[in-house]
């Protein structure tokens, strides 16, 4: 590899508030993408091409170093006989790939990333966990489908290396001025968690981790969003309203209280015109209220979370924290993990869940490129999916669609009666959405079923 890379780098903002969320233990920082295969993988080649990550995007082979004044990512020693890739055998792949994911992924001692390859008996199945201090949903898709390119590289050279990303942006940059950009950070400083009448039950945590999914199928989804274009409602609307739906019965929501539930938005539609990126944090969360009305069907809620996504889209979507990160890192800079460990601290601090209430969250991470996502003809890519964070407590759904069929999880280190709680939450919201895509007006029967 020609280029040096470099032994240390600059933490972002955005990687603060991460990490910080991280110690706050309000959920485990990392992400994960399983790939299952209609074949099988070169376990050698396949160590080779992980472990090129971390010089192509050189922070993934750094650790987190928060004590030091400014916090840097420090570079590991050693990555040369690093292993980054773990071979499992196992019966049934995909709940061993969910649970490698679930292991805990710790940002100042370990590579950003990790995988395994889990034999399964008759195809394999890749399990990728990275580091969410280092890069959010957006560039986890990115790096599963570098993976998949130099896996295809490395079968025709087998010495080919990638060139070192050291100087692609890891922060969001936005062209406003400087009145705009301190009105943007006042706003976010009063919007960090917003006021809510949410009130969750008591989820005990400490158990071992693990993820809880369900699946709308590929037809049902195609259903869902032709039925949605001709009201003008994109899939997201959809599984938002249904996610809605399901919560308004879960936590007893009465008609007129105030429901928000945090979304992601990724801040990459902000960029200038051309810029170079690295795999980063670049997405923010913004807050959807839409309260539950009495006797309303699923078609008038659908509405009203419409109304509410192009009003956000016409305020500029997420134009808003784009200049609010990017001032921040510029203003804040090397103060900014003291800075949110002190906002943290205020939001969740003493009885601020009584007062706040809880503030349940969809994560949508999008669609995974099937073309980008191609490990070769040998081993077809037969499905994929995104998972989230782990949290004990939290409330929180992921999505992500590969070839049509959307795959709703939750990772949750939370005891039975949590499990169970999020299990059928996930179930009811999968079958809402199926069921409105059948044309049928019967989605309180999926959401009763919560409740059961």
């Known amino acids: 590899m020609s280029e040096a890379i470099p032994s240390t780098m600059p933490v972002q903002f955005a990687e603060c508030t991460v990490f910080v969320s991280g110690e706050v233990d309000a959920y485990r920082?990392?992400?994960?993408?399983?790939?299952?295969?209609?074949?099988?993988?070169?376990?050698?080649?396949?160590?080779?091409?992980?472990?090129?990550?971390?010089?192509?995007?050189?922070?993934?082979?750094?650790?987190?170093?928060?004590?030091?004044?400014?916090?840097?990512?420090?570079?590991?020693?050693?990555?040369?006989?690093?292993?980054?890739?773990?071979?499992?055998?196992?019966?049934?792949?995909?709940?061993?790939?969910?649970?490698?994911?679930?292991?805990?992924?710790?940002?100042?001692?370990?590579?950003?990333?990790?995988?395994?390859?889990?034999?399964?008996?008759?195809?394999?199945?890749?399990?990728?966990?990275?580091?969410?201090?280092?890069?959010?949903?957006?560039?986890?898709?990115?790096?599963?489908?570098?993976?998949?390119?130099?896996?295809?590289?490395?079968?025709?050279?087998?010495?080919?290396?990638?060139?070192?990303?050291?100087?692609?942006?890891?922060?969001?940059?936005?062209?406003?001025?400087?009145?705009?950009?301190?009105?943007?950070?006042?706003?976010?400083?009063?919007?960090?968690?917003?006021?809510?009448?949410?009130?969750?039950?008591?989820?005990?945590g400490g158990a071992p981790a693990t993820y809880l999914e369900a699946t709308v199928e590929?037809?049902?989804?195609?259903?869902a969003a032709e039925a949605g274009r001709s009201v003008g409602a994109t899939v997201n609307d959809i599984l938002l309203t249904a996610y809605l739906r399901v919560l308004y019965r879960l936590l007893g929501a009465v008609p007129g209280s105030v429901t928000p539930v945090m979304t992601t938005a990724d801040l990459r539609r902000h960029l200038p015109t051309g810029a170079r990126t690295a795999l980063a944090n670049m997405s923010a969360f913004w807050n959807v209220f839409v309260s539950p009305v009495e006797g309303e069907e699923f078609d008038g809620t659908l509405a009203r979370v419409v109304a509410a996504t192009k009003a956000w889209k016409s305020a500029g979507a997420g134009k808003t924290d784009a200049v609010t990160v990017a001032f921040a890192d510029k203003v804040i800079g090397a103060r900014a993990l003291s800075f949110f460990r002190k906002q943290v601290a205020k939001a969740t601090g003493g009885d601020a869940r009584e007062h706040r209430g809880t503030v349940p969250v969809l994560t949508n991470i999008g669609v995974?490129?099937?073309?980008?996502?191609?490990?070769?003809?040998?081993?077809?890519?037969?499905?994929?999916?995104?998972?989230?964070?782990?949290?004990?407590?939290?409330?929180?759904?992921?999505?992500?669609?590969?070839?049509?069929?959307?795959?709703?999880?939750?990772?949750?280190?939370?005891?039975?009666t949590g499990r169970l709680l999020l299990s059928r939450m996930l179930q009811a919201t999968a079958e809402a959405i199926e069921?409105?895509?059948?044309?049928?007006?019967?989605?309180?029967?999926?959401?009763?079923?919560?409740?059961e």
């Open 29 to 204: 920082p990392q992400l994960g993408g399983v790939v299952a295969f209609g074949g099988r993988l070169d376990a050698s080649r396949l160590q080779r091409a992980v472990r090129l990550l971390l010089d192509a995007e050189p922070v993934l082979g750094c650790r987190f170093d928060p004590d030091a004044k400014p916090p840097v990512w420090r570079r590991l020693e050693n990555l040369e006989d690093a292993s980054v890739l773990d071979v499992i055998e196992a019966d049934v792949p995909a709940a061993q790939a969910a649970a490698f994911i679930a292991e805990p992924l710790d940002p100042r001692t370990d590579p950003c990333v990790r995988a395994a390859l889990v034999l399964g008996p008759d195809a394999d199945t890749l399990a990728v966990k990275v580091s969410h201090v280092a890069m959010d949903g957006g560039g986890l898709k990115q790096a599963l489908y570098m993976i998949a390119e130099y896996y295809r590289r490395l079968g025709e050279q087998a010495d080919w290396t990638p060139r070192p990303n050291a100087d692609g942006l890891r922060h969001i940059v936005a062209d406003a001025g400087f009145l705009e950009r301190l009105r943007a950070l006042s706003k976010s400083k009063l919007e960090l968690v917003p006021e809510s009448d949410w009130i969750a039950p008591e989820m005990g």
């Open 368 to 416: 995974i490129d099937s073309a980008l996502l191609d490990f070769g003809g040998s081993a077809p890519v037969t499905d994929a999916k995104l998972l989230g964070p782990v949290s004990g407590g939290a409330i929180a759904i992921t999505a992500s669609t590969y070839r049509d069929r959307l795959c709703l999880s939750s990772g949750t280190a939370s005891d039975d």
């Open 218 to 223: 590929p037809h049902a989804l195609r259903a």
């Open 435 to 451: 069921t409105w895509a059948d044309g049928s007006t019967a989605t309180d029967h999926a959401d009763r079923g919560v409740l």
